[in-house]
């Protein structure tokens, strides 16, 4: 797993991708996509077909569908903000098409708000609940999580 945080326009991540327990390769998984937004992604190390679906993904009203979500063969929990600083999570289920997780909704009311996925969501919501920056509330999820790991990557919006 991993944990991905967004607070103040900036997007966070861990770098760890574990397998069956056993830490496996440390990679960037933030990305800017084609449309401007910021993706994050915890879940499955192949996230390319759901980064396919998203990539021209530019307003609320172009978000995908449960549907075309459940075609998605991995499943992951991820963090999509748009260029506004408005932020949404996007479930895909995996395996388990009928998943209640499966879908789209808003990670945060306010455009200062934050958000977290993953692992480490948790903890770092909790950090970020005591002023926290995105970075910071990473590096606690790394520090008490046994499948989140440094070092940090981050992009701004």
Known sequence: MTVIAYRNGILACDSL???????ILWQKKV???SSGALFGDSG?????????????VAT????????ELAAIRGASKSL???PDGYG?????????????DC???PAFTKRQ???????????????????????????VACRRNAYCGLPVHELEL
């Open 60 to 67: 609320s009203e172009d978000l995908p569908s449960v549907d």
């Open 80 to 82: 999509l903000i748009f």
């Open 103 to 105: 879908g789209v909704y």
């Open 44 to 56: 499955d190390a192949d996230n390319r077909a759901l980064i396919e679906l998203v990539d021209q």
């Open 31 to 33: 990305v800017r996509l």
């Open 17 to 23: 991708w574990t397998c069956g327990g056993l830490k």
């Open 113 to 139: 708000e934050f958000a977290a996925v993953g692992a480490g969501e948790q903890l770092a919501i909790g950090a970020m609940e005591m002023g926290a920056s995105a970075v910071e509330a990473v590096k």
């Open 88 to 100: 949404w999570v996007i479930a895909t289920p995996g395996t388990d098409k009928h998943s209640d």
